[in-house]
């Protein structure tokens, strides 16, 4: 890999015009030409699947102007988390660092300079542990970049190091959360219970690579490079997903035309942006009580108090 063009992983699966614009936006970025791209495409799950499966393989193969195609196709259906976990191994067995996006996803013209600008400024930092291009629309957007703690999973960037540092085993992840006391912290103070998904996990096994990539990162103390207005938009609200959440219009942002940003120096997470993304998660589920909100927060704050005296 030539420094400052990481290679591209794409995963597919039944969606082929899904994955035909997301390359096409892809493709729409200057660096592209310099950058390897290999796209995943996962085997159908039953007869339904057959045809888009077998259209999704032919995107996969059309021309595009990158330095290099090399596409992969699963005969077999072996699943999001299992495809999306092999894929990334795959690529960082011959490099350092990759570039991953999924096929609902379409990009800025201007998302391969951010994301690699990212991947080269923070290489020698192993406290921060992804690149991501996609912001929730907060009510008050930060227009640079800043840090979240933990990871993220809409068009995001990583180093070899720092996926090696993933843990899998769900019931681990839980225990270190509650032994180090950060279930509030984790869960944004109520407003989204990660926990909870990680106990799903536990119930029912690998279903979600991208809660145990948080959880792992969050637990390490790593953090997440965010854009502050996003480089992508997320087209798989639309319901044609296998793990389609939340109303569609929660997911809608502004996509940036900035060209240049300014990067964090100071390796901390964004008070700011932590409590625009509670409040992103209060407006969208409203129903949680008030209160109950209120005593988590009051919980957290004395606890931290204790800590300090």
């Known amino acids: 890999m030539a420094k400052g063009f990481a290679p591209i992983a794409v995963f597919g699966f039944n969606r082929p015009e899904h994955l035909e614009a997301c390359l096409k936006s892809l493709e729409a970025n200057p660096e592209a030409i310099k950058s390897s791209l290999t796209i995943f495409v996962d085997g159908p799950r039953d007869s339904r699947d057959v045809g888009l499966v077998e259209s999704t393989r ?19 259906n072996i699943g999001l988390a299992p495809s999306i976990i092999s894929g990334v191994n795959y690529v960082l067995e011959k490099s350092e660092c990759l570039i991953v996006l999924e096929d609902d996803l379409w990009v800025a013209p201007t998302f391969l300079d951010y994301m690699n600008q990212g991947l ?3 290489r020698d930092f192993p406290k921060v542990a992804s690149i991501h291009a996609y912001c929730f629309q907060f009510q008050n957007p930060l227009n640079e970049p800043f840090f979240l703690r933990g990871a993220d999973c809409l068009g995001w960037a990583t180093w070899k190091d720092r996926w090696s540092c993933i843990s899998f085993d769900s019931t681990e992840l839980l225990k270190s959360i509650k032994d180090q006391d950060l279930t509030d912290l984790f869960n944004l103070d109520g407003a989204h219970s990660y926990s909870s998904a990680l106990e799903g996990e536990v119930k029912h096994g690998l279903h979600s690579w991208a809660i145990h990539w948080h959880a792992s990162m969050f637990v390490q103390n790593r953090l997440t490079l965010y854009p502050g207005v996003s480089l ?31 990067f964090p120096k100071l390796l901390e997470e964004s008070t700011e942006a932590r409590y625009q993304l509670i409040e992103y998660f209060r407006r969208i ?3 949680r009580p008030f209160l109950v909100r209120v005593l988590r927060r009051l919980k957290r704050i004395f606890r931290e108090s204790l800590k300090r005296s």
């Open 285 to 287: 589920w409203p129903s």
């Open 232 to 262: 992508i938009q997320y087209l798989g609200a639309d319901g044609s997903g296998t793990h389609f959440v939340l109303d569609k219009t929660h997911w809608d942002t502004e996509l940036s035309e900035k060209t240049s940003w300014v």
């Open 58 to 76: 032919e995107v996969a193969k059309k021309e595009y102007g990158f330095a290099s195609i090399e596409v992969i196709i699963h005969e077999a």
């Open 120 to 122: 080269d400024n923070y």
